[in-house]
T-cell receptor, first 113, second 114 residues
């Protein structure tokens, strides 16, 4: 299996622009997670899905953030409008229902100018 | 609240030496998983080792082993024969069985001195 695949690896955009981050989880995994990593706050869970259904979005910072999972092999995290404080590395991760182990993608580094 | 504490923001060790990274956690649950993840400069999070709380035997993966003290809620990682490729951020994490959230510590940056 190719592992969790994220795109883009790097994104530089200007404040106010829309940003879309993409994730393809490992085939057969039931859960998908979006994390944000910053120096100040470490790893923060933003939202997670079970069988494509959002279960807990309490970590989403504000209404500018939204996430979807239209099918078992694809998820997006969208920020609209983006702000400089959104600059971070965004990780997607997936896992099966049987173990607690998370498999992470390589992350998308977002810089908002 | 469930928390994971890594009290050492940075550690360094000489190549080929042994180093131990500390981790404590706070939970009232009895059945859970514990993990150590490695994040090298390439930034991908890689699982190093995992431990199930009901297992008394400490997990071992090659040069990596843990010292799991359930009563003390302690889960330290020992790296033997340190190699340059071990240089990375190391994150301790935990989740309750049946719950979905993985709670991470703040990380320990490990430097390997040649």
């Amino acid at each position: 299996d190719a592992g969790v695949i994220q795109s883009p690896r790097h994104e530089v955009t200007e404040m106010g622009q829309e940003v879309t981050l993409r994730c393809k989880p490992i085939s057969g995994h039931d859960y998908l997670f979006w994390y944000r990593q910053t120096m100040m706050r470490g790893l923060e869970l933003l939202i997670y899905f079970n069988n494509n259904v959002p279960i807990d979005d309490s970590g989403m910072p504000e209404d500018r953030f939204s996430a979807k999972m239209p099918n078992a092999s694809f998820s997006t995290l969208k920020i609209q409008p983006s702000e400089p404080r959104d600059s971070a590395v965004y990780f997607c991760a997936s896992r099966t229902r049987y173990t607690g182990e998370l498999f992470f993608g390589e992350g998308s580094r977002l810089t908002v100018l | 609240a469930q928390t994971v504490t890594q009290s050492q923001p940075e550690m360094s060790v000489q190549e080929a030496e042994t180093v131990t990274l500390s981790c404590t956690y706070d939970t009232s649950e009895s059945d859970y998983y514990l993990f150590w993840y490695k994040q090298p400069p390439s930034r991908q999070m890689i699982l190093v080792i995992r431990q199930e709380a009901y297992k008394q035997q400490n997990a071992t993966e090659n040069r990596f082993s843990v010292n799991f003290q359930k009563a003390a809620k302690s889960f330290s990682l020992k790296i033997s024969d340190s190699q340059l490729g071990d240089a990375a951020m190391y994150f301790c994490a935990y989740n309750i069985k049946g719950a979905q959230k993985l709670v991470f510590g703040q990380g320990t940056r490990l430097t390997i001195n040649p």
